[in-house]
C-alpha cells in the first residue's frame, strides 16, 4: 500500500511544482519553490525503497542522500528496479512507478540549474544595482523591455555615453537579451516600483513609464508618493516621463502634491502632430486666403492634429481652415468630441466629419475631398494601411488634366523606420512638363524621432514653452523681476500650464508668418530686429491672432466661455479660487472676440487683457533667444 500511496503523492508534487514553475504572478522565487516541492517528490517517491531496506535513521540519512544525488545526476536509476517490480505486483504500476522516477531524475536537475541561474542573475543584478547605486552619473530607468523602450535607450546611450541604465523586467523574457547587454544596462526582475534604486544629492534620475497606459499612470503616482518626501534638493533631480494617450492622466497627476519632482505627460499622437505642424507649417499651403485640410483616418494622431489645426489655423485675416475628418465607423469619435470639446463644433470652426461604413467608402470619400484639399495627412491604423491610401490620392493627381493646379501635400503616418525611409523613396522618376510637380508622399511620425532623446528629455517644444511661462510671469511681476527657479517650479504644478505654453510657442512660427517674417536655428543667418520691424498694425496683427490662438486652444481643450453672471455664480460657490475662471467646469469669461476684451476686463475689474498679450509679442525675441537659459538652444528671427 505505501507504493501506492508514495506514487501518488510524488505525481502530486511534480504537478504543483510544475504549476507554480510557469505561474509568473508568483514572482521571482517560483523557481526556488519548484524545485523544493520536486524535490519533495524525488524524497517521497523512494521513502519504499529505503524504508523497506535500513531502519528509520539510516532510511532518512540515505533517501536525503539520494535525492543530492538525483540533482547531480551521480543517481542510479536502474539499480533499485527489480525491487520496485517485486514490490508493485501489476506491471502496468511498476512501469509508471519507474517512468515517474526517470522524469524526476531528469526534471530534478533541470529545474535545479534553472533555479541557480535566477538565483545568480538576481544577485548579479542586485549588486550590479549596488554599483549604480554609488556612482553619480545621470540614471535613466525603464518601466520594461519593449521595441519602443529600446529606441530610447540607444538615442540616450548615444547621446549621454556616460550614464547608467537600468530595465525593470517582471516578465524575465530573453527577447531584448543582447540589445540590453550591448547598452551596458542592468535588467532586473521586478517592477519599476520595486526597484531599489538609492537617491542621492545632485545625481539625475529619469524615469520612464511606457507600459499599458493604466499602469503608467499607477507607477507613475506611486513613484511620486515614494520620493514626495524626500528633501527638496533631491526632488528636483528626480524626472518622470508617462508615456499616456489617457485623458484623464493630466487631471490626475495636476490633483497630486508632487513636491518639486519633474513630471511630464508624453501624448506620442499629440507629439507626431505638432512635430508635423512645426515643420510643415499649414500657411505655407494658404490658396486664395484659406486652407483645406483633409484627414484620412480618425486615428489618435489624426485627432490631435484635427485638435491642434484649429488654433494653428488662427493666422489673422486668413479664413479659419476648413477640415474633412474620413473615417471607417467613426459616428462614435464624434459624439465623444461633440461631449469632450463642444466648442469645436460650435465655436465657428469649418468642421465636416466624412462617416464611412468600410474601406471601399473611406477610399470613395476620401479622393472626392482630396481634389479641393491643400493640406493631406493620412494616418490609418497600421503603416501599411496609410501607405496604400496614401498612394491611392497620389494616383488621383497623376491622372488630374492639364486644367489642375492643386497640388497638395500628402503627409503619411509611417511610424516604422525601416518603411518609412522606403515610404521616402517612392518618388516620380520624371516630372510633368506643364505643371513642373515630381509628386511624393512625405512620412510623418518616425518613432525613432520622438522616442529620442533630444525629443523626450531635451524637447526643444518645451524648452521654448519654459521660456513663454518665464516671460508671461515676468509681464505680470510689477518690476519685471521674476525668481526664475521658484516660477520653474510653479510651471511643473500643473500639467494643462504645460500645454498651454507648448500651444503657445509651436504658434510663434504662425504669429510671425502673418507679418512675413521666420526663425531658424541656423549660427549664419542676419537676424531681423522684431522691435524695430514691428509698427503698431503689425503688432495688432499679431495681438489678435495669439489672443484667437489662445480662446482657440482652451476651446479645443473642453473649454467654454463663461458670461458675467456665470463667473459671479461660481465665485459665489468658492470653486473659482476666487478667479474669473474656473478650471474645474472649464470656463473662462475670455473666451469672446478681441474687439471685447478691454471692455470685459474692466467689467470684471481686472488689468485690460490685450495688454499680456501685446508684450508678449514685444518679447518674443527673449523667448527666442532663451532669455532665461533654459537650454543651449537659441533661434533667430529672419524674413521669409
Request: charged share 25%; with cysteine; glycine share 4%.
Amino acid at each position: 500500500m505505501i507504493w501506492y500511496l508514495c506514487l501518488v503523492l510524488a505525481i502530486i508534487c511534480m504537478a504543483i511544482s510544475i504549476y507554480i514553475l510557469f505561474d509568473r504572478t508568483r514572482g521571482k522565487l517560483r523557481t526556488g519553490a519548484a524545485v523544493l516541492i520536486m524535490a519533495l517528490a524525488a524524497l517521497i517517491i523512494y521513502v519504499p525503497i529505503f524504508f523497506g531496506q535500513f531502519n528509520s535513521m539510516t532510511a532518512v540519512f540515505g533517501d536525503i542522500i539520494n535525492m543530492l544525488q538525483v540533482i547531480t545526476l551521480d543517481a542510479g536509476y536502474v539499480e533499485y528496479s527489480d525491487m520496485i517490480r517485486e514490490a508493485i505486483r501489476i506491471p502496468s504500476v511498476a512501469r509508471l512507478y519507474m517512468a515517474v522516477q526517470g522524469i524526476l531524475h531528469f526534471a530534478l536537475p533541470a529545474i535545479s540549474i534553472l533555479a541557480a541561474y535566477n538565483i545568480f542573475f538576481q544577485y548579479y543584478a542586485a549588486f550590479r544595482i549596488w554599483a549604480i547605486n554609488h556612482r553619480k552619473r545621470p540614471l535613466y530607468i525603464f518601466s520594461d523591455c519593449s521595441p519602443d523602450s529600446m529606441v530610447l535607450a540607444k538615442s540616450i546611450r548615444a547621446n549621454v555615453p556616460s550614464c547608467d541604465m537600468i530595465f525593470a523586467d517582471r516578465e524575465e523574457s530573453e527577447d531584448y537579451a543582447e540589445e540590453i547587454e550591448s547598452l551596458r544596462a542592468v535588467r532586473y526582475p521586478a517592477s519599476i516600483q520595486e526597484l531599489p534604486v538609492v537617491h542621492r544629492k545632485n545625481k539625475d534620475v529619469y524615469y520612464f513609464c511606457m507600459e499599458e497606459d493604466d499602469e503608467d499612470l499607477n507607477n507613475a503616482l506611486h513613484l511620486i508618493t515614494r520620493y514626495e518626501e524626500q528633501d527638496k534638493t533631491m526632488q528636483k533631480h528626480i524626472h518622470i516621463f508617462v508615456l499616456s494617450e489617457q485623458k484623464d492622466v493630466d487631471v490626475m497627476l495636476d490633483s497630486t502634491n508632487k513636491g518639486l519632482i519633474d513630471i511630464h505627460v508624453v501624448n506620442v499622437p499629440e507629439r507626431i502632430a505638432y512635430r508635423l505642424l512645426d515643420e510643415h507649417p499649414l500657411y505655407e499651403h494658404i490658396k486664395d486666403g484659406r486652407v483645406t485640410i483633409l484627414l484620412a483616418g480618425l486615428t489618435p494622431v489624426n485627432i490631435a492634429l484635427l485638435k491642434a489645426i484649429c488654433w494653428c489655423g488662427q493666422m489673422g485675416a486668413y479664413a479659419r481652415p476648413k477640415i474633412f475628418a474620413a473615417g471607417i465607423q467613426s459616428s462614435g469619435i464624434e459624439r465623444s468630441l461633440r461631449h469632450e470639446v463642444p466648442d469645436l463644433f460650435t465655436g465657428g470652426y469649418d468642421l465636416t466629419f466624412l462617416h464611412c461604413a468600410d474601406l471601399t467608402e473611406l477610399y470613395q470619400r476620401v479622393r472626392q475631398e482630396a481634389i479641393s484639399a491643400h493640406y493631406i495627412s493620412v494616418a490609418m491604423e497600421d503603416d501599411s494601411r496609410s501607405l496604400d491610401v496614401a498612394l491611392s490620392l497620389r494616383r488621383i493627381f497623376y491622372r488630374a488634366d492639364d486644367t489642375f493646379t492643386n497640388c497638395p501635400p500628402i503627409f503619411t503616418l509611417i511610424q516604422d523606420h525601416e518603411k518609412r525611409a522606403m515610404a521616402a523613396q517612392l518618388k516620380t522618376p520624371h516630372t510633368n512638363e506643364k505643371r513642373r510637380v515630381s509628386y511624393h508622399l512625405t512620412p510623418f511620425g518616425d518613432t525613432a524621432e520622438i522616442l529620442s532623446y533630444e525629443s523626450l528629455v531635451h524637447d526643444p517644444l518645451d524648452a521654448l514653452a519654459k521660456n513663454v511661462h518665464l516671460t508671461y510671469s515676468s509681464i505680470f511681476s510689477e518690476d519685471g523681476r521674476i525668481d526664475v527657479e521658484s516660477e520653474l517650479e510653479k510651471y511643473n504644478l500643473l500639467e494643462v500650464n504645460k500645454r498651454s505654453n507648448r500651444a503657445n510657442a509651436l504658434h510663434i512660427r504662425y504669429k510671425l508668418a502673418l507679418v512675413g517674417l521666420d526663425y531658424t536655428g541656423r549660427p549664419d543667418v542676419q537676424e531681423m530686429d522684431l522691435r524695430q520691424y514691428l509698427t503698431p498694425e503689425r503688432v495688432e496683427i499679431m495681438q489678435r491672432a495669439e489672443h484667437d490662438r489662445w480662446m482657440a486652444f482652451l476651446q479645443t481643450e473642453g473649454w467654454t466661455g463663461a458670461s458675467l453672471e456665470q463667473v459671479e455664480a461660481y465665485r459665489r460657490a468658492e470653486i473659482s479660487g476666487g478667479t474669473h475662471k474656473c478650471d474645474l467646469m472649464k470656463m473662462h469669461p475670455y473666451i469672446q472676440g478681441f474687439e471685447g476684451l478691454a471692455e470685459l476686463s474692466e467689467m470684471l475689474e481686472g488689468k485690460d487683457t490685450t495688454v499680456y498679450d501685446r508684450e508678449l509679442i514685444m518679447r518674443i525675441p527673449d523667448i527666442l533667444h532663451d532669455h532665461w537659459n533654459i537650454s543651449d538652444r537659441t533661434y533667430k528671427i529672419i524674413q521669409r
